[in-house]
């Protein structure tokens, strides 16, 4: 089995190569800086993923789907093109991920109630 933090390094590999070709190539900042961002930011989850778990996984109690996960990633997603679109549009990615963490925060402390039972 690949672990998680090889993928993410293989990723973060992809995405370095393609911002250098792409610095290369295009005058534009925009797109290869967005990529080499991406890049950097997936270094340090790739450490923490190497770093082994708790021992109580057998109590964690996890939902099927997350619906703030999502969003959370949405508003990321939308204020990271806002850089490129304009700062209006990282206005509206801020608030979408400032939406997507209260939820998140609030289904983080349900589970921990949950599993308190």
């Known amino acids: 089995m690949i672990r998680p ?5 293989g990723w973060a590999a992809m995405l370095a190569l393609l ?3 792409l610095a290369l190539f295009s005058p ?3 797109a290869w800086a967005l990529l080499a961002g991406a890049a950097l930011a997936l270094a340090p989850l790739g450490v923490v993923m190497l770093a082994p778990g708790r021992g109580d996984e057998a ?3 996890l939902p099927d789907t997350s619906l703030p996960t999502v969003v ?3 508003g990321i997603a939308v204020s990271v093109v806002g850089l490129a679109a304009g700062i209006w ?3 509206i990615g ?3 991920l400032a939406v997507g963490l209260f939820a998140l925060t609030r289904e983080l402390r349900a ?3 949950a599993g308190e039972r």
């Open 94 to 96: 801020l608030e979408v």
């Open 19 to 21: 911002a250098l070709v």
């Open 5 to 9: 933090s090889v993928v993410l390094a």
């Open 111 to 113: 589970q921990r109630r």
């Open 89 to 91: 549009l990282i206005g």
């Open 59 to 61: 109590r964690r109690v």
């Open 28 to 30: 534009p900042q925009y």
């Open 72 to 74: 959370v990633a949405a």
